[in-house]
C-alpha cells in the first residue's frame, strides 16, 4: 500500500532535491572552470626593431626632401604668382601714411 504524504512533507523533498541538484551543478562548474569571456585574439606581434628602422628610414626620406628644397631656395631665384589677388591699385596713402 502506498502511503500519501502531507504537502509541506513532498515540498520539502522537492526542495531538497534540487538543492542537491543546484550544488552538484556548482560543483561541476567549478571543477571544469568558467567559460571565456571573450575569443583569444590572434594578432600580429609587433617588431619594435622593424618599426623604429621604419621611422629611421622615414625620417632620412624627410631629411633628404627638406635639403633640396633648402637647395632650390638658396641656389635658384623664385617668381611668386599669387592667383586670386584683387588686381586694383590700391590708393598711394594707403601704405605707410601713419595719419
Known amino acids: 500500500m502506498t502511503t500519501i504524504r502531507p504537502p509541506s512533507v513532498r515540498a520539502d523533498r522537492l526542495i ?24 583569444p ?4 606581434i609587433p617588431d619594435a626593431a622593424a618599426q623604429r628602422k621604419q621611422a629611421i628610414d622615414e ?8 635639403a633640396d628644397i633648402k637647395r632650390i631656395l638658396e641656389t635658384q631665384s623664385l617668381n611668386v604668382r599669387i592667383q586670386g589677388a584683387d588686381n586694383k ?11
Open 16 to 39: 531538497r532535491l534540487a538543492f542537491l541538484a543546484f550544488l552538484g551543478l556548482t560543483c561541476v562548474k567549478v571543477w571544469v572552470g568558467p567559460p571565456p569571456l571573450e575569443t
Open 59 to 66: 625620417a632620412k626620406l624627410t631629411n633628404q626632401l627638406l
Open 89 to 99: 591699385s590700391s590708393p598711394p596713402n594707403a601704405a605707410g601714411s601713419g595719419s
Open 41 to 44: 585574439v590572434y594578432g600580429q
